[in-house]
């Protein structure tokens, strides 16, 4: 009967840490304007700059340029 009894306490408590861990990690609904607030700031152009600098290739020198520093 004592093992019984550690047992079903032990699963008990592994069903409380499994509930207690799920209730954690789910996320709290968003704040409607914080969630606005962050989509403004993914189209400033800080936010863009890393995309924008993977889509464009990097600039070539001018075709008349020789390649000398000016003074």
Known sequence: MS???VILIA?????LVLVA????RRR??????????RQIDA????AR???IGKMKPP???AADDDGADAP
């Not at 699963?11 to 069903?15: D, I, R």
């Not at 709290?28 to 607030?37: A, E, I, K, N, T």
């Not at 189209?43 to 800080?46: C, G």
Request: hydrophobic share 40%.
């Open 43 to 46: 189209l400033s152009p800080q």
């Open 28 to 37: 709290l609904p968003d704040d409607h304007v914080d969630s606005f607030r």
């Open 3 to 5: 093992t019984g009894l």
């Open 11 to 15: 699963v008990a408590l592994a069903a």
């Open 49 to 51: 700059r890393p995309t």
């Open 21 to 24: 861990v799920a209730l954690r």
């Open 59 to 61: 600039e070539e020198p």
